[in-house]
Protein backbone atom coordinates (compact mmCIF):
# COMPACT_ATOMS: atom_id res chain seq x y z
CA UNK A 1 0.00 0.00 0.00
CA UNK A 2 1.15 3.09 -0.99
CA UNK A 3 1.00 6.77 1.08
CA UNK A 4 -0.83 9.11 0.21
CA UNK A 5 0.29 12.83 1.40
CA UNK A 6 -2.53 13.05 4.13
CA UNK A 7 -1.69 9.91 5.88
CA UNK A 8 2.07 10.82 5.34
CA UNK A 9 1.27 14.01 7.27
CA UNK A 10 -0.63 12.66 9.78
CA UNK A 11 2.19 9.90 10.76
CA UNK A 12 4.43 13.15 10.78
CA UNK A 13 1.81 14.80 13.01
CA UNK A 14 1.78 12.16 15.31
CA UNK A 15 5.27 11.81 15.43
CA UNK A 16 6.10 15.35 16.45
CA UNK A 17 3.61 15.04 19.00
CA UNK A 18 5.09 11.93 20.49
CA UNK A 19 8.58 13.39 20.48
CA UNK A 20 7.37 16.94 21.29
CA UNK A 21 5.51 15.45 24.95
CA UNK A 22 8.56 13.22 25.73
CA UNK A 23 10.29 16.47 25.37
CA UNK A 24 8.22 18.57 28.00
CA UNK A 25 7.99 15.69 30.13
CA UNK A 26 11.92 15.27 30.29
CA UNK A 27 12.52 19.11 30.79
CA UNK A 28 9.37 19.21 33.83
CA UNK A 29 11.20 16.25 35.43
CA UNK A 30 14.21 17.94 35.29
CA UNK A 31 12.47 20.97 36.99
CA UNK A 32 11.20 19.25 39.68
CA UNK A 33 14.22 17.41 40.46
CA UNK A 34 14.56 17.35 44.28
CA UNK A 35 11.32 18.02 44.98
CA UNK A 36 9.58 15.57 47.18
CA UNK A 37 5.93 14.21 46.26
CA UNK A 38 3.27 15.68 48.78
CA UNK A 39 2.43 12.21 49.14
CA UNK A 40 4.93 10.60 51.56
CA UNK A 41 3.19 7.39 52.70
CA UNK A 42 2.60 4.28 49.90
CA UNK A 43 -0.65 4.24 48.21
CA UNK A 44 -1.70 1.47 50.78
CA UNK A 45 -1.04 3.40 53.86
CA UNK A 46 -2.64 6.99 55.55
CA UNK A 47 -0.55 9.78 55.23
CA UNK A 48 -0.27 10.85 58.60
CA UNK A 49 -2.53 14.46 58.66
CA UNK A 50 -0.51 17.79 57.74
CA UNK A 51 -0.06 20.30 60.68
CA UNK A 52 -2.85 22.68 60.86
CA UNK A 53 -1.40 26.22 60.88
CA UNK A 54 -2.15 29.43 62.88
CA UNK A 55 -3.82 31.68 60.39
CA UNK A 56 -1.60 35.22 60.39
CA UNK A 57 -2.12 38.71 59.41
CA UNK A 58 1.00 41.13 59.35
CA UNK A 59 -0.03 43.52 61.70
CA UNK A 60 0.45 46.24 59.07
CA UNK A 61 -2.11 44.12 57.08
CA UNK A 62 -1.78 42.01 53.98
CA UNK A 63 -1.85 45.62 51.41
CA UNK A 64 -2.15 44.32 47.61
CA UNK A 65 0.69 43.00 45.56
CA UNK A 66 -1.61 44.38 42.37
CA UNK A 67 -4.55 46.59 41.92
CA UNK A 68 -7.07 44.25 41.02
CA UNK A 69 -6.35 41.59 43.80
CA UNK A 70 -9.36 40.49 46.06
CA UNK A 71 -8.26 41.48 49.11
CA UNK A 72 -7.11 38.63 51.58
CA UNK A 73 -8.93 38.36 54.96
CA UNK A 74 -7.49 39.78 58.22
CA UNK A 75 -9.82 37.86 60.35
CA UNK A 76 -10.90 34.08 61.51
CA UNK A 77 -14.14 32.74 59.26
CA UNK A 78 -14.18 29.05 60.25
CA UNK A 79 -17.81 29.88 61.87
CA UNK A 80 -18.87 31.64 58.87
CA UNK A 81 -21.12 29.69 57.12
CA UNK A 82 -22.51 30.25 53.17
CA UNK A 83 -25.73 28.83 52.02
CA UNK A 84 -28.15 29.08 49.41
CA UNK A 85 -30.32 30.81 51.86
CA UNK A 86 -27.81 32.90 54.16
CA UNK A 87 -24.76 34.27 53.37
CA UNK A 88 -22.99 35.15 56.89
CA UNK A 89 -19.99 37.27 55.38
CA UNK A 90 -23.21 39.85 54.34
CA UNK A 91 -24.37 40.30 57.61
CA UNK A 92 -20.93 42.15 58.12
CA UNK A 93 -20.11 43.60 55.03
CA UNK A 94 -23.31 44.45 53.22
CA UNK A 95 -24.13 47.77 53.85
CA UNK A 96 -25.42 48.87 56.00
CA UNK A 97 -24.89 46.36 58.64
CA UNK A 98 -21.29 46.87 58.20
CA UNK A 99 -21.55 50.30 59.37
CA UNK A 100 -22.95 48.66 62.78
CA UNK A 101 -19.49 46.81 63.03
CA UNK A 102 -16.52 48.73 60.98
CA UNK A 103 -16.40 46.29 58.54
CA UNK A 104 -15.62 47.51 54.73
CA UNK A 105 -18.44 47.17 52.78
CA UNK A 106 -18.11 44.82 49.51
CA UNK A 107 -16.69 46.21 46.33
CA UNK A 108 -19.35 48.17 44.12
CA UNK A 109 -18.15 45.86 41.65
CA UNK A 110 -19.83 43.08 43.38
CA UNK A 111 -23.69 44.94 43.23
CA UNK A 112 -22.56 44.33 39.41
CA UNK A 113 -24.37 41.46 37.56
CA UNK A 114 -22.93 39.75 34.26
CA UNK A 115 -25.02 41.96 32.52
CA UNK A 116 -23.80 44.87 33.41
CA UNK A 117 -27.35 44.93 35.23
CA UNK A 118 -26.83 47.54 39.12
CA UNK A 119 -28.20 45.26 41.64
CA UNK A 120 -29.43 46.45 45.20
CA UNK A 121 -27.86 42.52 46.55
CA UNK A 122 -24.76 41.09 45.64
CA UNK A 123 -24.58 39.16 42.48
CA UNK A 124 -24.64 35.64 42.11
CA UNK A 125 -21.26 35.91 40.50
CA UNK A 126 -20.09 37.52 43.69
CA UNK A 127 -21.60 35.13 46.53
CA UNK A 128 -19.25 32.52 47.31
CA UNK A 129 -16.71 34.72 48.39
CA UNK A 130 -13.82 32.27 49.45
CA UNK A 131 -13.73 31.98 45.61
CA UNK A 132 -11.70 34.92 46.04
CA UNK A 133 -11.04 36.11 49.05
CA UNK A 134 -8.95 33.93 51.42
CA UNK A 135 -6.81 34.30 54.75
CA UNK A 136 -3.18 33.70 55.10
CA UNK A 137 -1.43 31.00 57.17
CA UNK A 138 2.69 31.66 57.88
CA UNK A 139 3.64 29.25 55.62
CA UNK A 140 6.26 28.34 53.91
CA UNK A 141 5.76 27.91 50.36
CA UNK A 142 6.37 24.57 48.74
CA UNK A 143 8.20 25.40 45.80
CA UNK A 144 10.35 28.33 45.82
CA UNK A 145 9.65 31.36 43.84
CA UNK A 146 10.69 34.66 42.80
CA UNK A 147 6.87 36.31 42.51
CA UNK A 148 7.48 40.29 42.04
CA UNK A 149 4.42 42.73 43.17
CA UNK A 150 3.48 44.91 40.66
CA UNK A 151 4.95 47.89 42.56
CA UNK A 152 8.59 45.94 42.75
CA UNK A 153 8.19 44.88 38.79
CA UNK A 154 7.66 48.63 37.85
CA UNK A 155 11.62 49.63 39.98
C1 LIG B 1 -18.56 39.75 62.52
C2 LIG B 1 -18.34 40.56 61.37
C3 LIG B 1 -17.65 40.00 60.15
C4 LIG B 1 -17.98 38.85 59.46
C5 LIG B 1 -19.12 37.86 59.74
C6 LIG B 1 -17.05 38.77 58.34
N1 LIG B 1 -16.19 39.84 58.36
FE1 LIG B 1 -14.76 40.27 57.00
N2 LIG B 1 -14.17 41.89 58.09
C7 LIG B 1 -14.79 42.35 59.23
C8 LIG B 1 -14.10 43.53 59.72
C9 LIG B 1 -14.47 44.33 60.98
C10 LIG B 1 -13.04 43.76 58.82
C11 LIG B 1 -12.02 44.86 58.84
C12 LIG B 1 -10.90 44.87 59.63
C13 LIG B 1 -10.18 43.76 60.26
O1 LIG B 1 -10.65 42.74 60.77
O2 LIG B 1 -8.98 43.94 60.32
C14 LIG B 1 -13.12 42.73 57.80
C15 LIG B 1 -12.26 42.62 56.72
C16 LIG B 1 -12.45 41.75 55.65
C17 LIG B 1 -11.70 41.78 54.40
C18 LIG B 1 -10.57 42.73 54.04
C19 LIG B 1 -11.08 43.89 53.24
C20 LIG B 1 -10.00 44.85 52.81
O3 LIG B 1 -10.33 45.82 52.10
O4 LIG B 1 -8.83 44.66 53.15
C21 LIG B 1 -12.19 40.78 53.61
C22 LIG B 1 -11.73 40.41 52.22
C23 LIG B 1 -13.23 40.12 54.37
N3 LIG B 1 -13.36 40.71 55.60
C24 LIG B 1 -13.95 39.04 53.90
C25 LIG B 1 -14.87 38.34 54.66
C26 LIG B 1 -15.48 37.08 54.23
C27 LIG B 1 -15.21 36.38 52.92
C28 LIG B 1 -16.34 36.71 55.24
C29 LIG B 1 -17.16 35.43 55.31
C30 LIG B 1 -16.45 34.18 55.19
C31 LIG B 1 -16.28 37.73 56.27
N4 LIG B 1 -15.35 38.68 55.89
C32 LIG B 1 -17.06 37.74 57.42
C33 LIG B 1 -15.90 41.78 59.83
C34 LIG B 1 -16.52 40.61 59.45
C1 LIG C 1 -15.05 36.70 41.63
C2 LIG C 1 -14.19 37.15 42.71
C3 LIG C 1 -14.80 37.74 43.95
C4 LIG C 1 -15.84 37.25 44.72
C5 LIG C 1 -16.65 35.98 44.52
C6 LIG C 1 -15.99 38.19 45.82
N1 LIG C 1 -15.06 39.18 45.72
FE1 LIG C 1 -14.80 40.72 47.01
N2 LIG C 1 -13.40 41.56 45.78
C7 LIG C 1 -12.92 40.97 44.63
C8 LIG C 1 -11.97 41.88 44.00
C9 LIG C 1 -11.22 41.60 42.72
C10 LIG C 1 -11.89 43.03 44.83
C11 LIG C 1 -11.02 44.27 44.63
C12 LIG C 1 -11.40 45.04 43.40
C13 LIG C 1 -12.79 45.54 43.45
O1 LIG C 1 -13.02 46.47 44.22
O2 LIG C 1 -13.63 44.96 42.75
C14 LIG C 1 -12.81 42.80 45.95
C15 LIG C 1 -13.04 43.67 46.97
C16 LIG C 1 -13.71 43.33 48.15
C17 LIG C 1 -13.71 44.13 49.38
C18 LIG C 1 -12.99 45.46 49.57
C19 LIG C 1 -13.90 46.57 49.19
C20 LIG C 1 -13.22 47.90 49.25
O3 LIG C 1 -13.91 48.89 48.92
O4 LIG C 1 -12.05 47.99 49.60
C21 LIG C 1 -14.46 43.46 50.30
C22 LIG C 1 -14.75 43.87 51.74
C23 LIG C 1 -14.96 42.26 49.65
N3 LIG C 1 -14.48 42.23 48.35
C24 LIG C 1 -15.76 41.32 50.26
C25 LIG C 1 -16.37 40.27 49.60
C26 LIG C 1 -17.40 39.43 50.17
C27 LIG C 1 -17.93 39.51 51.60
C28 LIG C 1 -17.76 38.52 49.19
C29 LIG C 1 -18.86 37.49 49.25
C30 LIG C 1 -20.21 37.99 49.40
C31 LIG C 1 -16.93 38.78 48.02
N4 LIG C 1 -16.12 39.87 48.30
C32 LIG C 1 -16.93 38.06 46.84
C33 LIG C 1 -13.27 39.75 44.13
C34 LIG C 1 -14.32 38.97 44.58
Given at each position: ??????????A???????????????????????????R?????E????????????????????????????????D????TT???????????????????????????V????????????T????????????????L??????N??Q???
Amino acid sequence: MTKTPASAARAAAVLALVFGLTGAGYSLAQELKGIKSLREAPLTEDSAAPDVLKQATPADGFGRAYRQQPPLIPHKTDGYQITTENNQCMTCHDWPGNTRVSAPKISETHYVDRQGVRLDKVAGTRYFCQQCHVPQADAKPLVGNAFKNATQVQN
